[in-house]
């Protein structure tokens, strides 16, 4: 199993400076120590470690490498470019925007403001559509991932299943150039196919079918979306967070046509909210052509991934 690191407690114990001290600010202790102040004071909840993220991203070096580096100065022009990352970030921009990357499934991953930043949570669905495949034996599978984004559940599945032939769909445009390079740049864009449209629109229902569906859809309840933390509300795409009034919009278009694109015995992996399980279950049971088989709980304890099996003893 692949997991994403829980958030590292901070290299460097830096002193208390004041915000507006940056001019005599030298080293990268220093410079640590003055961004982790002003993210304090800007309400961050981990305010050295993206302070160390941050200085590490403007110097193009590790995280790691700040440790061996404390007392080594710094350039005017590189105080210059941190103090710029610095404001965005008391702006509440996530971090993985302003560096443009985000790690998953122990892959690197290029993001922008265009597609929702990756969550070791989802992590969850990758790791059981491979239990899945691996329990069937099946060498080849055909796998569609909709609501790709960033690529991210399909290239993960990419580089674990070299014989797959997977297709990537997402409604939004803007996010298709960015899921295709992070799939070259994991030698795993010859075997994705990426296309624009929403739910099932690129494909058609016949033959042959998908063995697998994998989701990671919109799931929040619109009236919620607005008390969510600013690097949520303010900065990642609306469109793949509001899932309806209920955030159960999507899970019923879903599973009212997937029977119609997965294979007898198939399987769809999807992602739900918080106490979101029960409901989109209730909904699963509205199509007969599907089995409720499963449930997964992500690394908190909270019920992450459902897995719903097309029955193979029902007319297409």
Known sequence: MKTTQTRPTPLVPPPRLQPDSLSRVETIAQLVAWAADRFKT???????LDAEVLLAHTLHISRS?????????????????FQQNVVRRTKREPVAYITGRQEFWSLDFQ???????PRPDTEIVVETALRLL????????RILDIGTGSGCIAVALATELPHAQIWAIDKTQVSLPLAQKNAHAHRVGQRITFACGDLFGPVQPSAPFFDLLVTNPPYIASPVLDTLQPEVRLW???AALDGGADGLDFYGRLLYDCPDYIRPGGWLVAEVGDRQKDAVVQLGHKQRRLRFQMYRQDYAGRDRVVVFQKAADVEQ
């Open 42 to 48: 800007a309400g961050i909840d981990t305010p050295h």
């Open 65 to 81: 490498c700040l440790y061996s580096r404390l007392q080594e100065a710094v350039s005017d022009s590189q105080k210059t470019n």
């Open 111 to 117: 993001v922008n403001p265009g597609v929702l930043i």
């Open 134 to 141: 691996a329990s069937s034996r099946i060498t080849a599978p």
């Open 236 to 238: 990642e795409p609306r």
